[in-house]
């Protein structure tokens, strides 16, 4: 136990595979899979022997928790391609980790390594040709659990199913993306789950997000609840502002996730003497720095996203465009990380993790 091991893995292979049907170059975000899945059901108490099978629906009892309380976590990784056709994770123990943290938050079991990341990358090894080489290009992991037990009294289930589906992708914004700061709703309040990768902290988001859409917002900038002056994070990603030549990103709390590219961008901005401040950052303060020209650059920072330059921001109903920059630090972070990531340059910090 604990070595990854995959000897216990229950193999089903699909007779056909859809590769062929799929367009690569124009793939959404999030809506193509893979022909394989991975199933580990826990109950009695103990998890039972994980299964790869062909990607298909399966049934739940109508009353299962994860439908009425929403219990239910996720994480979201990626496999990058070199050139010599090896794939890679990327610090895929902080995800595990991660997991196994949202997962006690929410009453739920932990899930051992040998499943979440050994399970993983027998998956990805099987489906090795939907991962595709060069930059841009990846493999989207979502590792989830729910709470498959029946009973809709208020309680946690006592049967769990841990499932990895995969998904080529791309990137997850098309276009330019605006945000606006948050006013009135919140993402997440001090003791609540907003730490957590809780299927409930996205799906509370898609109601103010709509408005901001409707408005022509990609994303809305959240601040905390209590009072509103302290900017934490965007809804799929954490959050980093560039004033004058410092970087400026809130401290992880129990409102803010704990982001792996966040993590990853301030380890690596230290290494290139980018100077980063990991403190509240006041709405206030961005104003004030939009108005005297001090702001240069916001960006979001996350795996799906990447790391994803906003141009702007909308607070008080005023909208506040941001420089067109030469010299961006978001793009230059960007490529140092991508490049560790698809191993075009050395990875000094030993993220990257063959499969
Ligand atoms: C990710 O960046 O992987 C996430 O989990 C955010 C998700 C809402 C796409």
Same mark, same amino acid.
């Given at each position: 136990?604990? /070595?990854? *091991?995959?000897? /216990?893995?229950?193999?089903?292979? *699909?007779?056909? *595979?859809?590769?062929?049907?799929? /367009?690569?170059?124009?793939?959404?975000? =999030?809506? &193509?899979?893979? /022909?394989?899945?991975? #199933?580990?059901?826990?109950?009695?108490?103990?998890?039972e022997k994980p299964v790869i099978k062909p990607y298909e629906p399966f049934l739940i009892d109508p009353s299962a928790k #994860?439908?009425?309380?929403?219990?239910?976590?996720?994480? =979201? $990784?990626? %496999?990058?391609?070199? &050139?010599?056709?090896?794939?890679?994770?990327? +610090?895929?123990?902080?995800?595990?980790? +991660?997991?196994?943290? @949202?997962?006690?938050?929410? %009453?739920m079991p932990s899930v051992p390594e040998e499943v979440f990341?050994?399970? $993983?990358?027998?998956?990805?090894?099987?489906?090795?040709?939907? #991962?595709?080489?060069?930059?841009?290009? @990846?493999?989207?992991?979502?590792?989830?659990?729910?709470?498959?037990? *029946?009973? #809709?009294? !208020?309680?946690?289930s006592t049967q769990y199913r841990f499932m990895i589906i995969l998904s080529p992708a791309r990137s997850y914004y098309s276009g330019e993306v605006k945000v606006i700061i948050a006013e009135h709703y919140s993402r997440a309040a001090n003791g609540g789950i907003g730490a957590a990768k809780a299927a409930g902290n996205y799906s509370a988001q898609f109601y103010?997000?709509?408005?901001?859409?409707?408005? =022509?917002?990609?994303?809305?900038?959240?601040?905390?609840? !209590?009072?509103h002056t302290k900017l934490e994070e965007a809804g799929t990603m954490n959050v980093f502002f560039r004033i004058n030549d410092t970087l400026y990103t809130a401290p992880v709390s129990e409102r803010i996730l704990d982001g792996v590219t966040r993590k990853s961008i301030i380890e690596l901005a230290a290494r290139e003497n980018i100077k980063v401040e990991v403190r509240p950052v006041l709405v206030s303060e961005l104003i004030?720095? !939009?108005?005297?020209? @001090?702001?240069?650059?916001?960006?979001?920072?996350?795996?799906a996203a990447v790391i994803n330059p906003i141009v702007g921001f909308s607070y008080q109903d005023k909208y506040h465009e941001l420089p067109k920059l030469e010299n961006s630090m978001a793009l230059e972070l960007k490529e140092k990380l991508t490049n560790i990531q698809y191993k075009v340059a050395e990875d000094t910090f030993g993220w990257t993790v063959k499969i």
């Open positions: 136990m604990g /070595d990854n *091991s995959t000897s /216990d893995i229950i193999i089903n292979k *699909s007779a056909t *595979s859809h590769i062929g049907a799929v /367009d690569f170059e124009n793939l959404s975000f =999030g809506n &193509t899979f893979t /022909d394989h899945m991975l #199933v580990c059901d826990f109950r009695n108490g103990a998890w #994860v439908f009425h309380y929403g219990q239910a976590i996720f994480e =979201g $990784m990626k %496999a990058y391609k070199d &050139t010599n056709d090896d794939v890679w994770l990327f +610090r895929p123990e902080e995800n595990f980790d +991660r997991f196994n943290k @949202s997962a006690e938050r929410l %009453a990341i050994g399970g $993983m990358k027998k998956l990805i090894e099987i489906e090795k040709e939907w #991962v595709k080489k060069g930059l841009g290009n @990846s493999l989207y992991i979502r590792p989830f659990m729910i709470a498959i037990g *029946s009973g #809709v009294i !208020a309680a946690p103010p997000t709509k408005l901001a859409n409707e408005m =022509g917002y990609q994303q809305i900038i959240w601040t905390d609840d !209590a009072t004030e720095a !939009a108005d005297n020209g @001090s702001l240069k650059e916001i960006f979001g920072a996350g795996t």
